[in-house]
Each structure stands twice: as structure tokens, then as C-alpha cells.
């Protein structure tokens, strides 16, 4: 009886941990399809909502890397200061895995396409989820 007790309180468990998981997937896809919908909107300060407003925040790309949201708003803002420059962003075969409930590592591929030319990489984001939204802690974001 106690083992069968224990079974069922496992896979209860593992249920109910395989939804959180789903829960988490589907928040955090929509902070990246809100990103996406800023940048296309020619929002650099919208687009940024995304990330944790922090000292701590780190951006990595081009063999460089910020810290701070102030220092990552100016430096998008130097390098797409016009909605032409910004194009339109879109995130392709993204792979979410939560590492916890507060947790979890985003990697996917990015485009931007402007006129005349397009834009793309890898990028791995970490992520925390901290008064219910999930911000991005970390960015490793990298060129073709």
C-alpha cells in the first residue's frame, strides 16, 4: 500500500512538473515574441523590456561585451538608431529548457532583414523569472 501511495505521488509530481515546464516555455516565448514585436515596431526601448533593468545584466557579441541595461539600450541605440537600420527581426528554432521554476536557457537562431542586406546568428539567452516575469539575465548573442 505505502508503495503504491509513493508511485502515485510520483508521477503526480512528475506531472505537474511537466506542466510548470509547458507553463514556463509558453511565458518566456512571449517575452521573445514581444521583443520581436517592439524591434519591428522601431522600438529599441520597448524591445529592451525584455531584459532585466540591472548593473548585473551581461551582453556578449562581436568579441565584446556590456554589462548594464544602460550601457545595452545605448549601444543597440548607437548601432540601429533608425527603423530602416532595425529592419525586422525574427527568432527561428528556438529551444527553451526551464532549469528550474525561476531558471531557464534559451538558444535559437536571429534574423534581421533590412534593405539591402540581412542580418542573422545564434544567440543563448539565460533567463530568470523574478516577480512573475521572465527577464533575460544574460545574452550570448553571435554573427554569421
Known sequence: MKITIAIIIFFVNVVSAQNSDKKNQIEIEKVLQSQIKEWNNGSVE??????????TIRFASGGKVTYGWQAMLERYKKNYST????GKLNFHKLD?????E???IVFGEW???RIPDTLGGLFTLLMEKNKNNWKVIHDHTSSK
Open 83 to 86: 527603423k530602416e537600420k532595425m
Open 46 to 55: 520597448g524591445f529592451m523590456e525584455g531584459y532585466l533593468n540591472s548593473e
Open 111 to 113: 534574423e534581421v532583414q
Open 96 to 100: 527553451i529548457r526551464t532549469l528550474s
Open 102 to 104: 525561476s531558471s531557464a
